[in-house]
């Protein structure tokens, strides 16, 4: 659901009283959509997390995860909740480096490259329809890349369909012996 003409003030005393499981809420010069992702959705985004997560540590790659760590900017009217995000190599000191979206039954209301390019997040990661879509923030917008400049060997094509697996010890048992072969 979005809801249009929604003033900063409100989307943060929204966030505030409404805070808890169950409900995500993007908020972006105005338009505020509310969530409530469905179980499929929730497997789908913790696979993400720890695939790529078991491959980093496989690979001795530095990668710090914040889950679904609400971010605002004020001056820039945007606020959210990535369905994981990460920094390569260092904590985080403000912002994210990559930001991870699943979209499972329906695409987002509000655009997650304008929501996220004002938010200075260098990399989108969507995950739709079985594969991943990186994308790379470059001269103040996204630009689709095949790639991420920030873990460039991960690869996201054998990455998407473990993401789907029901069984999911099964997935993550094969993934590693994938993140091993080098």
């Not at 808890?20 to 469905?38: I, N, Q």
């Not at 990535?82 to 912002?95: K, R, T």
């Not at 480096?97 to 260098?122: C, N």
Request: aromatic share 10%.
């Amino acid at each position: 659901m979005v809801i249009h003409g929604v003033s900063w003030k409100d989307y943060v005393i929204a966030r505030e009283a409404l805070d808890g499981p169950g409900l995500r809420m993007a908020f972006c010069e105005g338009e505020l959509e509310l969530m409530s992702p469905l179980r499929p959705h929730e497997e789908w985004k913790k696979n993400v997390a720890r695939l790529v997560e078991l491959w980093a540590l496989e690979r001795d790659v530095p990668l710090y995860g914040y889950g679904s760590t609400t971010f605002k900017n004020v001056a820039r009217e945007r606020g959210v909740e990535p369905d994981e995000c990460y920094c390569v190599g260092a904590a985080m000191s403000e912002w994210p480096q990559i930001v991870v979206e699943v979209v499972h039954t329906h695409p987002f209301a509000i655009d997650r490259r304008r929501l996220y390019s004002a938010l200075g997040a260098p990399e989108l990661w969507i995950f739709e329809g079985g594969a991943f879509a990186i994308w790379r923030h470059d001269e103040g917008a996204y630009q689709r890349v095949e790639r991420s400049a920030l873990l460039p060997e991960l690869d996201f094509e054998r990455l998407a369909p473990f993401v789907v697996r029901t069984d999911q010890h099964q997935a993550l048992k094969e993934w590693r012996e994938v993140s091993r072969a080098r």
